[in-house]
């Protein structure tokens, strides 16, 4: 394949994957059809087929995609090998997510949003291909900033904690009437500093429970 074909293949997998993605977001999987898909992106059905394999098959690769816009396996990497005391990394943690949920396209954090709350036979795929192995790369500056052992399976309840209030916050700062209009407007950074203490004063806190159970 030429190096000119090999970019419009590229081109065109993306177009689909942003098409599919921006209807799954508003309408779900159950009521999206790869027609309609194939329409809007201006391609034919055999496209869909060629570059995802089926109509599942593009679902697990938008689901993918959007994981990886919410939080780039290469960004945490960089991150988390870094000298950065632990509340620096667990701040710049925050700040992907909050910068991943808040970008120009709304679909990714929604996808996610769809499928976490009504599962799809596919959600086994995306936990153990993006989340397991990014949140494995997050334990540690958890098992740090609470002192609760890092193969204790409490470390693992507190990952949720963390992650699912910024989440939140970003999906309701994007709602209409949205999070702003009640609490008032918030700069990035405040935001960021505001979700960091709140993880922060929760993991000392459930490391120091945890310490006298033991």
């Known amino acids: 394949m030429s190096r000119s074909n090999r970019a419009d293949g590229e081109a065109t997998r993306g177009r689909i994957l942003e098409v599919a993605g921006e209807f799954l977001a508003s309408k779900g999987l159950a009521d999206t059809t790869s027609k ?9 059905m055999a496209s869909i087929n060629y570059h995802f394999g089926s109509r599942g098959g593009l679902y ?10 919410l939080i780039d396996r290469d960004d945490l990497d960089r991150l988390f090998a870094s000298n950065l005391p632990a509340h620096r990394k667990l701040h710049g ?9 808040a970008g120009a396209a709304r679909w ?18 995306l936990q153990q291909e993006e989340i397991f192995p990014k949140l494995r790369i997050i334990l540690p ?38 999070l702003d209009e009640v609490s008032g407007p918030m700069s990035r950074e405040d935001l960021i500093d505001h979700l ?14 945890h310490g006298n159970e033991a």
């Open 60 to 69: 697990k690769a938008v689901l993918a995609e959007a994981h990886r816009r």
């Open 108 to 125: 990714p954090i929604m996808v996610l949003g769809r499928e976490l709350l009504s599962p799809s036979p596919h959600l086994a795929s």
């Open 36 to 44: 309609e898909i194939a329409e809007r992106a201006g391609v034919n």
């Open 141 to 178: 500056v958890l098992h740090e900033i609470s002192t609760i052992p890092a193969d204790d399976p409490v470390l693992w309840r507190c990952l949720p904690c963390v992650v699912a209030p910024c989440i939140m916050t970003v999906l309701l700062s994007r709602a209409k009437p949205g």
């Open 196 to 209: 960091c203490r709140y993880a922060i004063g929760g993991l000392e806190a459930i490391g120091r429970a």
């Open 93 to 101: 943690l925050i700040g992907f997510l909050v910068d991943g949920g």
